[in-house]
């Protein structure tokens, strides 16, 4: 897999989560089969948690990162852009993202997902 060299539209897949705990995991449907990940956006907007740290996974048990940004950026308001696109492969056009807040039960996320589709 090679980077994309042209400027291609990216690809943006938002959403929110309520209820959210540190094993919340949502699902994000539709997306390209392949790809890079450019950009991950999560906010806390409510409930108890101080930060998130948001793992992006290829796979529903979230135990195959694509990008695990909790170590460089845990925060209320996480806004990731890698130094180099991160490629993925999603065989089921799915990505899953796990919000991580750092406590509490009644935590509202809200996210944005970047994509450059391969191709």
Known sequence: ????????????????????????????????????????????????????????????AVSASVSQIAEATAAAHVDEVPVAPIPYSATDNKLYLKHVPDTGTNNAVSYAIDIWPSG
């Open 1 to 60: 897999m090679s980077f994309p060299t042209s400027r291609r539209p990216v690809e943006r897949f938002s959403g929110s989560a309520t209820s959210v705990t540190t094993s919340t995991i949502t699902t994000i449907s539709d997306v390209p089969a392949s790809g890079f990940i450019v950009r991950i956006h999560a906010v806390k907007t409510s409930g108890d948690a101080a930060t998130v740290a948001p793992i992006l996974s290829e796979d529903s």
